[in-house]
């Protein structure tokens, strides 16, 4: 794991009407001084889980021809991923479209067929199959591949190690601040975080290949993706003893 933290401090005085979680002081009584830090925290994991958005796409003079053929082609495309071990829950239409397809030749636009196409969502849980799923769909008639992304099962673990990084690195700077103010930090008054609970990285591609006996198989690198959370905290600042 690899944490980068910046951080950025400052110490303030404000009345405790204006803070969340701040108590309010007796009358005639100012708040104790305050130490504001911030913190970013990341922390790196390995995806172990894909989405890929298959479709297929057809083209005929009619709607409907166009739409058969459609069915037909993604069937098959079906068909080959379940026997790749996919189950159905790991399969979802995603969308379905059929337009005209027109042409523009500087006169009255006209209908010169019709395109169908249907895209299906495959939800991976073993990393090494995509590129063979990609592959067997594209051969049993699939000829767009729109969407291929990555993800991690283990990113909530991952960001807790992050949060756990950045609030210890916050933390270590207000104490840097409160010695270098000839006191000492209090207890913690405020903790907030923001960040992303679960990236998804990836690219939106598209891809048409025909099946062949001498065809390669799709070589796939899911690589490592970068989880980062952002801290800000506030605690009391303790001044010296008189």
Request: charge should be positive.
């Amino acid at each position: 794991m690899r944490s980068t933290i910046a951080a950025i401090a400052a110490i303030a005085l404000m009345s405790s009407s204006s803070l969340l979680g701040a108590q309010s002081p007796p009358p005639g009584q100012s708040s104790p001084p305050q130490i504001s830090t911030s913190a970013s925290g990341e922390s790196r994991v390995q995806p172990d889980r894909a989405t890929i958005l298959f479709a297929v796409e057809t083209r005929a003079t009619t709607a409907a021809r166009a739409g058969t053929d459609n069915t037909r082609r993604q069937r098959a495309v079906l068909d080959t991923l379940r026997k790749l071990g996919l189950t159905e829950g790991q399969l979802s239409t995603t969308g379905y479209a059929v337009t005209p397809e027109m042409r523009y030749d500087g006169k009255q636009p006209q209908v010169v067929g019709y395109v169908a196409r249907n895209t299906v969502q495959a939800d991976v849980r073993r990393i090494e199959q995509v590129g063979s799923l990609i592959d067997a769909a594209l051969g049993a008639g699939a000829n767009v591949v729109s969407s291929l992304r990555f993800y991690s099962s283990r990113a909530d673990e991952a960001r807790r190690l992050a949060l756990a990084d950045a609030v210890a690195k916050a933390r270590a700077d207000a104490e840097a601040i409160a010695r270098a103010a000839g006191g000492s930090l209090g207890p913690l008054i405020e903790v907030a975080t923001s960040g992303p609970v679960r990236p998804m990285y990836g690219e939106d591609v598209v891809m048409a290949r025909a099946a062949s006996a001498d065809t390669q198989p799709t070589p796939i690198d899911p690589g490592e993706q970068t989880i980062s959370v952002f801290v800000s905290a506030r605690w009391t600042f303790l001044p010296p003893a008189r």
